[in-house]
């Protein structure tokens, strides 16, 4: 009660207010434009420039993701080089890499190259591309990507962006510097020449930015690494900037099938999309606009549309306003449609992505799932999932320090190893917000139990595993502009979910015969070193008159059949089965490889750098004078025995010098028939 009194009389005081310290007046003659780029200036991070680290990575990744979309649109293999050079700033001297803050950028690509007429706007102009307007799978879909990185360099170098761009040998290239006018959102146009130019066809832009360059997660290195387990039809060269070269060659020597552009889907559409299609619509009836502006709608469909919304289908478009508009969008909704094509999407495929994980992770077992297509909010979306478990055979074989006497809750550091997650969205790797990303949460919420690895409640899958999720769609569901996280629609979520399960069954169906093929293998040595001795003693009772030779190989057979028989060699990567019951999977054991590898490249000889299931780099080989693709685990085996699957052969073994073939031929006197599978 007191209060209230206290706050009337302080009302009463006041009735002369100071005058406000605005006026409208004034506050509109603040109001004014502003301009996209401007917007984008200030708000760098939505684009993916929030750190000087982040920011070198964004530029390389806009540049490369538009190369290949270039070459792919083009029918071209794609050949991309990507170089990262350190910058002296001012007149100090150049630093080494890891202290290095300023870089050069450069993405060269064979693609299709750019008109003349295009190069200042697509480099120099925010939101201006050839993506946006139409329903195609593809990298890039905001026309955001390169200008906001040449944007970046802009404002942080003061340095143009430099193009050169030639579109066939019989065009001359063209050398471009650009700059944005950032007012305006309008290029500026530096240099504007042509030039001699070695390729006969691509573009190549180079860009100046404030950078960290820094090994390790989310690093240019893994973004580069990750793409090319996605993209095995592409050839990627990687100059370091501490000069080093890596080569990421082409396992695939097809491109992937160019996908469709489609309309959008009638149940995709919000209300004020439709009455924008309305207004803009080209055709002259009602009934012919929702035939030919959406997928899936027949003109016999459209016709009982308008039927059931009660508006006449010989309407025009551009009269349908208000009530009418809202009733036509309900029926819309209601109304049953065939699900959107899905010859838009062009997904991975589980050979690539096998061929894709073996490559580059070394590991026991590798396994992909493709699920068919799915829908959400009117869009297609394939999701397709990959896993790579264990440690390479031989580097497992052999500890690499004596083993230490653990304190009491003491893990081994495997033990406590978390699996990684590599995500993907149109074939990008997504390296930030993981937390927040639709594939990393279905990856938590999967029981990984169930399938024989462990799991604290709500994390990581432990062990050593890299787990691999790929979202392709007309339109990715990204969080923000800067693409790094997928929106976690029902829809997606599910279809993740069980992509994922699929892997683990595999998996744990992998893990559960090993084992128990590994006990089996335990007890058949025991039987076996008594065999000896029971020989022995049957051939004194008789008088030394016993075919010792015999009775020993009876004894042998017979601990062979109660200990699993072929099974047990089979699954332990001592026969030439394949894996049974694993589909898409291949096994890796000390003896050899089980499973169809993809066929690996006509210049295989040149191998990436290879890293293990904890991301961490195995070996870089630059250019071996071996022959053989992958560092085969079956090497030691050769001559000796190897496990062969027939599919395995010509894909492998006949690129290489010392062929697996050859090597499958003996086994230490038993035959290993390299056709037909043992059963
Ligand atoms: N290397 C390239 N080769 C051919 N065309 C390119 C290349 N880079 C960019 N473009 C064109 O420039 C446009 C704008 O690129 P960008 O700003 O990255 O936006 P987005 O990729 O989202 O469309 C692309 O849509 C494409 O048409
Ligand atoms: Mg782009």
Redesign the pocket.
């Known amino acids: 009660m007191a209060k209230h009194k206290a706050t009337a009389t302080a009302t009463k005081k006041s009735d002369v207010r100071p005058a406000p310290a605005v006026t409208a007046v004034e506050m509109g003659a603040r109001q004014r434009e502003i301009s996209v780029s401007e917007f984008f200036t200030k708000n760098r991070h939505l684009l993916g420039f929030d750190n000087p680290r982040k920011a070198l990575l964004t530029c390389v990744k806009?540049?490369v993701?538009?190369?290949l979309?270039?070459c792919e649109e083009a029918g071209i293999l794609p050949d991309v080089t990507v170089q990262l050079e350190v910058v002296a700033v001012g007149s100090s001297p150049l630093l080494p890499a890891s202290q290095a803050t300023r870089f050069r950028v450069t993405v060269a690509?064979n693609?299709?190259?750019?008109v003349r007429q295009?190069i200042p706007k697509?480099f120099a102009k925010l939101l201006?591309?050839?993506?946006?307007h139409r329903l195609r799978m593809?990298?890039?879909?905001?026309?955001?990507?390169?200008?906001?990185a040449g944007m970046y360099g802009q404002l942080t170098t003061g340095k143009p962006v430099k193009i050169i761009?030639r579109t066939g040998p019989k065009t001359s290239a063209h050398y471009f510097e650009v700059q944005i006018d950032t007012k305006k959102n309008e290029p500026l146009v530096h240099e504007n020449k042509q030039i001699e130019w070695d390729q006969p066809r691509?573009?190549q832009?180079a860009i100046e930015v404030e950078g960290r360059y820094q090994k390790g997660r989310a690093s240019v290195d893994e973004y580069l690494e990750q793409t090319s387990i996605a993209n095995p039809h592409v050839r990627l060269t990687y100059r370091t900037p501490e000069g080093e070269t890596k080569e990421y060659p082409r396992a695939y020597h097809e491109l992937p099938p160019s996908p469709k552009e489609i309309k959008p889907h009638p149940y995709g559409i919000e209300f004020g999309m439709l009455l924008k299609m309305l207004q803009d619509a080209k055709s002259h009836t009602l009934s012919e606009f929702l035939a030919s502006d959406f997928c899936r709608v027949t003109p016999a469909l459209a016709d009982e549309m308008c039927k059931a919304a009660k508006v006449s289908p010989k309407a025009k478009p551009r009269d349908i306003r208000g009530a009418i508009a809202e009733t036509l969008y309900h029926t819309i909704q209601a109304t049953k449609i065939m699900a959107p094509p899905t010859n838009c999407l062009s997904p991975i495929g589980e050979k690539a992505i096998l061929s894709g994980l073996y490559r580059q992770i070394k590991g026991e077992f590798y396994t992909a799932v493709s699920r068919p297509p799915s829908v959400y909010r009117g869009n297609p979306f394939i999701i397709e999932a990959g896993l790579a478990f264990g440690k390479a055979p031989d580097s497992a074989a052999k500890p690499e320090k004596p083993s230490q006497p653990l304190a009491e809750g003491e893990e081994e550091e495997g033990d406590s190893e978390l699996a990684r997650v590599i995500r993907y969205a149109n074939r990008v790797p997504l390296l930030y917000q993981q937390s927040s990303c639709a594939t990393f949460k279905a990856v938590l919420a999967t029981t990984w139990r169930n399938y024989g690895i462990s799991q604290s409640r709500g994390a990581l899958p432990a062990g050593p595993m890299v787990i691999f999720v790929h979202i392709a769609s007309v339109w990715v569901p990204f969080t923000s502009e800067s693409k790094e996280a997928i929106a976690e629609y029902d829809e997606i979520h599910k279809d993740i979910t069980l992509a994922l399960r699929e892997c683990g069954r595999r998996l744990g169906l992998f893990l559960r015969r090993r084992e128990r093929a590994a006990s089996e293998f335990r007890r058949r040595n025991i039987f076996e070193l008594y065999i000896e001795e029971v020989v022995e003693a049957c051939n004194r009772l008789k008088g030394g008159k016993l075919s010792t030779e015999k009775l020993k190989a009876q004894l042998q057979k017979i601990a062979s059949t109660k200990t699993g028989g072929i099974k047990t060699d089979e699954t332990l990567g001592k026969t030439g089965a394949g894996p049974e019951g694993l589909p898409h999977s291949i096994i890796v054991t000390a003896e050899g490889v089980d499973g169809a590898v993809p066929s690996l490249p006509e210049g295989s000889h040149v191998i990436a750098p290879q890293t293990d299931v904890s991301g961490e780099i195995h070996k870089e080989v630059k250019k071996p004078s071996t022959k053989q693709g992958r560092k085969q685990p079956a090497k030691k085996a050769v001559g000796k025995q190897a496990k062969i699957n027939p599919i395995t052969v010509p894909s492998i073994a006949t690129k290489g010098g010392s062929s697996q073939k050859q090597a499958g031929k003996v086994r230490k006197g038993s035959k290993v028939h390299l056709t037909g599978k043992k059963k």
Request: charged letters at 20%.
């Open positions: 806009e540049a993701d538009n190369a979309d270039a690509d693609g299709p190259g750019i295009q697509i201006y591309g050839s993506k946006f593809s990298r890039g879909q905001q026309g955001i990507g390169i200008s906001a761009s691509g573009t832009v």
